[in-house]
């Protein structure tokens, strides 16, 4: 079922998404073009209506970079929201699947609407900064890289590049997986529920950072000894460091899921 809930997500917010994406990157191509196509020597009045194009195009790209993110950003707001806890909820919370199967089926979008957005971003920049031989240049260069050598010589790079991986896809998870709880929270009051909402997010923020803290104190009143992190160097330390942050991002994204789940479960309060 989670499967079918995900296509399902997907095909929705790829209606929405897309043609931001390709506007994204069709405005990166024609800033590309004035970039590197128009001449920069022509002085006068044509340098200064030359320039004219040159900066609305510019300024349209960093507008929808910026709406680019912020659409992000309130899609999964609005996903989790308006599928969960308004009219669509008495709708989705009759199929025959699990709340942690809906929660997981938006956490799992939400990642991933989040990592193209990222993805696209990077992708327009290089669209705009590279021309054709530098394209060219670059996947020569990438082909003439002797990865077998590299590879023997630093065996364990792979394996840092895959922690490091799952270190940022934990802590995408943690992040929203605060948005979620904190929602969760809001909705279960009977008025202000935004209010109530970013009030939870807030205080849950204040709590968690506060147990770190203490967490640390703790330890270092136990005599824990960090000083070697000062000097790390060996593989071992770096995938102890590695683990303690990708378990520091994993707690707290096992909370708010299963935090989630629970009050969708047990406290249900639909509009």
Known sequence: MLT???KYE???IGRQLIPLYLGVLGLAVVNHFFWFSM???RGGLNDALGGVPAMATMTAYIAVIVALGVVTLLLIIQRFYKGLL???GYLMFTLPCKPWQLIAAKGITAACMTIAASCVGFLSILLMALNLSDWGNFFKGFAKIPWHELFEA???WPLYIVEFAILCIMALFATVGHIYVSISV??????HRVACAILAYIGINIAWS???VTLANILDMWSWDFRWLDSIGTPAEVHIVMFVMILSQLAPAAVYFFSTNWILSNKLNLE
Do not use: V, Y
């Open 4 to 6: 079918k809930l995900l």
């Open 10 to 12: 997907f095909r929705s």
């Open 39 to 41: 001449p920069s020597n």
């Open 86 to 88: 308004t009219e669509e």
């Open 154 to 156: 630093h065996a364990l």
């Open 186 to 191: 809001g909705h279960l009051s009977n008025k």
């Open 210 to 212: 506060t147990l770190m």
